[in-house]
């Protein structure tokens, strides 16, 4: 009545049984030790392109359409001999500049609605020789991110009697991608020269408060805009 299994036919179900246990972990292996940190590696470069390039395009808007130049952000007094006695930043302007260049760059991420990259097959097998090879694998990448804008100016020695004087401003970006399974972020840290000038004349070895200089003025506008 009870049919006996022969050893062989153990033997095979075993076999079988621990051949499927052997795929699962190497294709969860393939997956959290190569398939996941590439891709993520691939979107995050995507992020940075991104966020380098919704910048500068950002950036260039905003001083295209002030028309930004260095004596509208710069407050200089000069002494009774029309030398400039001291250098100081307009404050009001600046924080205008500080708040357009934060919607113009938000507004440029909510514009790219999605990105799209696609990873070769023979990428995820660990084989050189299969590197590039294979059905391209495509993910949609969903950004968004947040912004931080400041600003900065510094003085540079640039010879004798001559000092250069730049206003920076400091971008910082967190551009966060989201895809099915998958969410990664980049952050973008960009100084961009806005406007500078070389004083040419005596310039104090300090400065403190209001910087303090003797000379003149040779205005130089940097024109960062395509």
């Known amino acids: 009545m009870f049919r006996k299994l022969s050893l062989p036919s153990i033997s ?101 609605h999605y990105t799209d990259i696609a990873i070769p097959l023979g990428n995820f097998l660990e084989l050189e020789f299969l590197m590039g090879m294979g059905p391209k694998i495509p993910f949609r990448i969903i950004p968004h991110g947040t912004v931080y804008v400041d600003y900065r100016d510094e003085f540079k020695s640039m010879g004798i009697n001559q000092t250069c004087h730049e206003v920076y401003l400091d971008i910082n970006t967190k551009v966060s991608g989201v895809m099915p399974g998958f969410k990664t972020s980049s952050d973008i840290e960009t100084s961009i020269i806005a406007a500078h000038t070389v004083i040419v004349g005596d310039v104090p070895e300090t400065y403190t408060g209001v910087n303090e200089i003797e000379g003149t003025i040779e205005d130089y506008v940097l024109d960062i805009i395509e």
């Open 12 to 112: 095979k179900k075993y076999y079988i049984i621990a051949v499927i246990i052997f795929v699962i972990i190497y294709i969860l292996k393939l997956y959290f030790c190569t398939m996941r940190p590439m891709i993520l590696r691939v979107a995050q470069t995507r992020m940075e392109y991104i966020s380098n390039k919704v910048i500068n395009k950002a950036v260039s808007n905003v001083l295209k359409n002030n028309n930004i130049k260095y004596s509208d952000i710069v407050i200089m007094q000069k002494d009774t001999e029309e030398h400039v006695s001291s250098i100081s930043i307009d404050f009001v302007k600046m924080n205008r500049i500080k708040s357009d260049l934060v919607l113009e760059i938000l507004e440029q991420l909510n514009d790219t």
